[in-house]
Nanobody, 127 residues
Framework: QVQLVESGGGLVQAGDSLRLSCAAS????????MGWFRQAPGKEREFVAA????????YYANSVKGRFTISRDNAENTVNLQMNSLKPEDTAVYYC????????????????????WGQGTQVTVSS
């Protein structure tokens, strides 16, 4: 059974940093894209960042570009999200996602690219 488990969320102040981690189990994702999405109360789930199978390609939402960094460790089957200079508008539940097969024809930012999702981890940024 495939599982994605996020960790690292919490309550921080504006300007602080957090590092989210996602541990995958049940199969290897070393040949697949992985990503992070988030959902704030009353809003739709939105793309945050994604990374290609080999880590060469990284993609970010404009709202987090320059502040967040996505990385992966294929040996450990993990993907991380380093979040710096956090803002109150970053408050949301953050979800890890992974594709089942390589989908070259679907954008990295599209939720439809991803087949597996974690349960989410809460990030709250106070002002």
């Amino acid at each position: 059974q495939v599982q994605l488990v996020e960790s690292g969320g919490g309550l921080v102040q504006a300007g602080d940093s957090l590092r989210l981690s996602c541990a995958a189990s049940g199969r290897s994702f070393s040949s697949n894209a992985m990503g992070w999405f988030r959902q704030a109360p009353g809003k739709e789930r939105e793309f945050v960042a994604a990374i290609s199978w080999n880590g060469v390609g990284t993609y970010y939402a404009n709202s987090v570009k320059g502040r967040f960094t996505i990385s992966r460790d294929n040996a450990e089957n993990t993907v991380n999200l380093q979040m710096n200079s956090l803002k109150p508008e970053d408050t949301a539940v953050y979800y890890c996602a992974a594709e089942k097969v390589y989908r070259y024809n679907i954008a990295y930012a599209s939720p439809s690219r991803y087949d597996y999702w974690g349960q989410g981890t809460q990030v709250t940024v106070s002002s």
